[in-house]
């Protein structure tokens, strides 16, 4: 993970995928008006996610915790032989009665001496059900029979691909959201190889998560505890990490990753995983990450909502970004009839 004596050069940029335009102009050509209030979205994996009885977890080291140094933490921030950078998305969602339009900002931010660099991608697809508008449109009003699934797949690829292709050499990479599995897991796992070739160290964080992983396979807590949360928030203290824990998937051995819990402060830890070839290639510095990630959890300094201070900017960079085409505005030019009730959440 030594990227040599130079920082590569980001600089702040951003980008208005191809999609948005040529769906903004099917929007008009066929007389559909959305809404002028948007809703939020909230991810959520669940339709992804193995089954439990296919899941195989067991911990790599003792049960219990492991001490964090913020000291050699702060060390490694300030390091010229780290790139840091940090991923998060936003996402607002436009339901109409001929379809729903998903409007996102993607974000990354790096951790340059002084200053944090953004770079920031729009999107926009309208998904209908309706075959007679998408084929009015050539298209570019997407046919889904399952516009809930169909979205999420291509806001994932349009993730992988945007991360892929802005991250330099050189980097550590702290991603919002899990390792995810099912069908769309394997276009994330096509791009480690090419992580890997350019040096690129991905690291995801799960905040909030529900998960009985721990609690299901480990025999020493099995019926001791509500959840994982509720078992690593009970036996870590204050700057400590769980023991390591590998997930593999019975069905399908790529479906893999290493992962442990981090308690910053008093309240529900962050799990962070690694990708189980990333984590074995490049094991010698996994114990510097984890530091710098502690340091970078007290910099924020957020106990109610404990996030790294990269992802916690980037998606301040998303939600400001999407305010910058005035999309509200712009629909009310296209045509679509409102829903009654537009929903609090997409999926």
């Known amino acids: 993970m030594r990227r040599g004596n130079a920082i590569p050069l980001v600089t702040k940029r951003l980008i208005v995928h191809n999609s948005f335009n040529k769906t903004l102009n099917a929007l008009k050509a066929t007389n559909i008006r959305l809404p002028q209030q948007s809703s939020p979205v909230t991810m959520d994996y669940q339709w992804i996610n193995s089954s ?4 195989l977890v067991f911990n790599l080291e003792d049960i219990g915790g492991y001490d964090l140094d913020v000291k050699e933490g702060e060390m490694i921030s300030h390091d010229p032989n780290y790139l840091i950078a940090g991923y998060d998305e936003s996402i607002n969602k436009f339901s109409a009665l001929e379809g729903t339009a998903y409007y996102t900002s993607h974000s990354l931010v790096f951790l340059a001496p002084e200053m944090y660099v953004p770079i920031n991608q729009l999107t926009m697809y309208f998904l209908t059900r309706s075959k007679e508008l998408s084929d009015r449109s050539g298209g570019s009003l997407i046919y889904s029979l399952q516009p809930a699934i169909d979205s999420q797949k291509m806001y994932l690829d349009d993730k992988v691909d945007f991360i892929f292709s802005s991250v330099p050499s050189n980097s550590i990479l702290f991603i919002d959201g ?32 529900d998960s009985n992983m721990v609690i299901d396979n480990i025999e020493e807590v099995r019926g001791r505890y509500n959840s994982d949360l509720h078992w690593s928030y009970s036996v870590l203290r204050d700057g400590q990490r769980s023991c390591f824990f590998k997930y593999v998937d019975r069905n399908n051995a790529r479906n893999t990753k290493i992962f442990c819990y981090i308690k910053a402060f008093g ?7 690694f990708y189980t ?18 340091y970078l959890l007290l910099v924020q300094g957020n106990p109610r909502n404990p996030q790294i201070r990269p992802i916690a900017i980037a998606e301040a ?14 629909m009310r ?11 609090r959440f997409a999926w």
């Open 333 to 343: 030019s296209v045509g679509l009839k409102p829903t009654m009730n537009q929903e």
């Open 178 to 209: 899990p390792i995810i599995a099912g069908d769309v897991y394997t276009h994330l796992v096509s791009k480690f190889p090419g992580f890997h070739e350019r040096n690129i160290v991905p690291c995801f964080f799960v905040k909030n998560s």
């Open 277 to 294: 070839t990333s984590f074995e290639k490049y094991s010698n510095n996994i114990t510097n990450i984890l530091n710098l990630i502690y």
């Open 267 to 273: 309240v529900s830890p962050l799990r962070v995983e």
């Open 52 to 55: 439990p009885t296919d899941d």
């Open 317 to 330: 960079y998303a939600r400001e970004t999407l305010k910058i085409v005035n999309f509200e505005q712009t």
